[in-house]
């Protein structure tokens, strides 16, 4: 056995028994319980602190690493046709349009995550229905409030605006114009990230729409049971109605657009100081390294506070070294993109910048976990593979780092060589966080992003030598599948679904959901008022009701100090009617109903209002008849 298998294989049992011990210590890293906002949630009922998940896995991820780093001092580092000294190739625009026509394609043959097929009051409503109060003279986090964003909650359904009948169409026009843009500056940012190696862009365009549908259990399952021959291979891709209407592994919400210029601007940059190309046309890039993250603040909190963090570590650790008398006009541009973004920022935020600081950074992550957090379900494979890969890329860098210190002794020499891999990383980590604080399938393969970019890296950074054959397999796989996504543009009107402005919003909202609107709409006067205790903010939409509260979406009010203030609202406006009861899946999410959730406000609506009647299953309650004004309910 010569001597490099050998270390690889001790590598491997390092790495192994590091997974193994992890996994055997998960349970038992515990912290104490605390619950002084007596937030009602999943891991409140069972006395678990949300931030255990956070302890388990950093350990998990951290320490194969630290056993590496013990055990395995001898290893003297990758060759350097590992390392990826490649020359960067040269610029094709015709390639570049062509890649970005057929992410296009890709992209109006995904379904808009939460933007197609039926209305979802759930998610959909909590755009809708806060757009409503904004339209109604709400001020953001001050007198309305909500989880995700400014533009990503209220701003989404009147960016595109045409009137109160075609909300729901324009929101899904500029939810699916931005997940084209995505896909398409995507496209850009994977030719970027391959040096400009136009099959490996095309190759990982192609894996992400695969992996964006239920590609193994539809049309391979399909194919299985028929025989195989071209023409039953055409019918599987075109026949099977499930191929571009669902998940499996991948999702590409539309606020993500961000994400991918943040990182096409951070590979150029990356590109500019290796090949020391300062040229002023470039200046666009530092542009956008630096708009992207702040103008997020407002378009999605999260995406922007990652992408902060991911650009303080890029300048922190990886400093590009620009030198010639360009630099000064480069970095000006990017201080003029965050100085852009930050007034834009406060004209959207209509200068409220401390409401803003002080519900986002302050109030919601006191109760947001406590109230949604799920236990993480390391035992569940893709859950575990997913922990695993980000321990072994965790493994890698930090052996890989240490040897080329040895050797070199030139920190500049590390951050230079693994500058992408360990920012696509950290802001994977980020994304990742995420996912710790909802943890289900749905909320991880939305977060997978900057994951399958930091593969798809090391994959072409390391596989090089596979690049000829590669290519010659992938080219008629590409067009292949290019041609099978045009097809459902003509078949299926996927154009339409896509961007369906005009579209009178009956067309998208289920029977029963119009029925309770016809039945219940007429009977509300102006004056009376409307309030739903259920989660979904679409139905103030449906109705035409604003939220007489200052949370059109409930799940913001879960604190009791929060609920005291609804209950205080529906008192002072006298509101006359209550969606008490639905049948939608989110009346109990995670089998917590909201009327135990929402102890306050649930008292209050059983002490001053009754039944009126039923539809579908769905409870109208009505204030009762003499009802003289009343105090806040207390929690009983």
Known sequence: MNKTLKWKLKALLVFGAGLGLSLLFWDHFTLPFHNPLEVVGYCTEKSINPQDDVIRSAFFILFPALLGLLFLRDWKGFSERELGREPVQSRDTFWKFLLMLYAALIAVNVPTYHAFGRFDVFHEGESLGSALSVLQGFKPYRDLFFFHGLVQDPLRALAVRHDLGYLIGSERVWESGMKTLGWMFLALALLSLFRRNKAWAFGALSLLALLHVRFLFDVVGLLMVQPLNPQTVLQAFLT??????????????????????????????????????????????????????VFGLVYSVDRGVYLILASLLVLG???????????????????????????????????????????????????????????????????????????????????????????????????????????????????????????????????????????????????????????????????TLAVLMVVPIFREDVLRQNFPLGVPDDQFVLPAQKDLVSRLGPLIKPGDGFFTFTPEAGWYYLLRQPCPTPYPYLWTAVTIEAQKEVVGALEEKRVKWVLYRDQEWSWQIDGIPNDRKFPVIAAYLAQNYQPAFNVDGSEIWVRKKNNSPSKPASKS
């Open 317 to 479: 650790l990886a400093r590009p070294q620009w030198r010639s008398p360009n630099s000064k006009f480069l970095w000006g541009s990017a201080i003029g993109g965050a100085v852009l973004a930050g007034m834009i920022d406060t004209f959207l935020l209509q200068g409220n910048w401390a409401g803003f600081i002080q519900f986002v950074f302050l109030k919601l992550p006191r109760f947001k976990e406590l109230s949604e957090k799920l236990p993480y379900p390391i035992h569940e494979p893709l859950f575990f593979g997913v922990c695993a890969v980000f321990a072994g890329e965790v493994f890698f860098l930090a052996l890989a780092g240490s040897a080329l210190y040895r050797n070199e002794r030139n920190w500049a020499a590390i951050q230079r060589e693994y500058r992408i891999e360990a920012t696509l990383l950290f802001l994977s980590l980020l994304f990742f966080r995420n996912v710790l604080a909802r943890s289900e399938q749905e909320h991880l393969i939305y977060s997978l992003l900057p994951f399958y970019l930091l593969l798809f890296y090391q994959g072409w950074k390391y596989a090089r030598g596979w690049s000829g054959r590669w290519e010659r397999i992938l080219k008629p796989l590409v067009l």
């Open 240 to 293: 099977h109605s499930s191929f571009w209407a669902s998940f499996n592994e991948f999702i590409f919400p539309s606020r993500d657009l961000l994400t991918v210029l943040w990182c096409w601007s951070f590979f150029e940059m990356d590109r500019m100081e290796r090949m020391g190309d300062e040229r002023r046309s470039l200046a666009v890039f530092p542009f956008l390294f630096a708009f992207v993250p």
